[in-house]
């Protein structure tokens, strides 16, 4: 926990849920994910990423560590004594208030229409569909930015640089969201990374032809193909995985750009 940033040790128990762990592993036990399983005890926070209060005002009590995402969240209680975990925006301090509404402040931590929200301003916990929850720009750091404004719908400018339009309707969060120095964060040990469920990663190279594509040869061989696969013979490492026929490339204005690699 961060001295100074978190404000309590303890989280709230009527918002906390056990969730059963997967390790990797399908309905029939099956691996399908290689190099999970185990890491450390934790209960997951439940999060609200709509809009269940709307125009009432609600109160930050805390600012919390959640060992299940790298960004913090806020405990919000309301005037029916109603509580809530939030995803905590950066800047905001525990005893400011907040409210979701239609149209409101333009400040951090409040939560309102697209339509409503000035060009340039930079947002997070974006909806998709009108009333379907936040789905975009969550992670630590993250934030979106209102490009303009264009009949029903808004034109978005996101974190990979991908310019999407999306319906005027639907909700977001002004501001960033909270604990964007997590990128600088490394993985001290190897304990460190079994903490997180993390397996031990094994380089396909350094296996039989039987059990990889990759494997075989004498001393550190390459891997004798013109591109890299998976185990179950599939391309890998920068091969497009989205559908040419999904629904919504229609509201996709330009792609993300492609990040150059360093020599």
Not at 68 to 94: C, D, E, F, T, W
Not at 111 to 133: C, D, F, S, T, Y
């Amino acid at each position: 926990m961060k001295k100074g940033v978190t404000t309590k040790n303890k989280p709230e128990k009527s918002l906390l849920v056990h969730l059963k762990k997967t390790a990797g592993r399908n309905n029939t036990g099956r691996i399908t994910i290689r190099h999970r399983g185990g890491g450390s005890r934790k209960l997951y926070r439940q999060i609200s990423f709509g809009q269940d209060y709307l125009g009432e005002t609600a109160t930050v009590q805390t600012i919390e560590y959640d060992p299940n995402r790298n960004a913090h969240i806020m405990l919000v209680g309301y005037a029916s004594g109603a509580k809530q975990y939030i995803i905590a925006p950066h800047s905001v301090k525990v005893g400011d208030e907040i409210v979701c509404a239609e149209k409101a402040e333009i400040k951090a931590g409040n939560r309102m229409q697209l339509k409503n929200i000035p060009a340039g301003e930079m947002i997070h916990n974006v909806e998709l569909q009108p009333g379907g929850g936040a789905k975009l720009v969550r992670s630590a750091g993250a934030s979106a930015r209102i490009d303009a404004h264009d009949g029903k719908y808004t034109q978005l400018v996101f974190p990979s640089s991908e310019v999407r339009r999306i319906l005027s309707e639907c909700f977001a969060t002004i501001g960033t969201v909270s604990n964007p120095e997590f990128m600088y964060g490394r993985v001290k040990n190897a304990g460190h990374a079994r903490l997180k469920g993390k397996r031990p990663h094994v380089r396909g190279s350094a296996m039989n032809p039987v059990d990889h594509p990759h494997g075989g040869g004498e001393g550190r061989s390459p891997i004798g193909m013109k591109y890299p696969k998976t185990p179950w013979g599939k391309p890998a490492l920068g091969v497009k995985t989205r559908s040419k026929k999904k629904w919504t490339n229609v509201f996709i204005v330009s792609r993300r750009k492609k990040k150059k690699r360093k020599k």
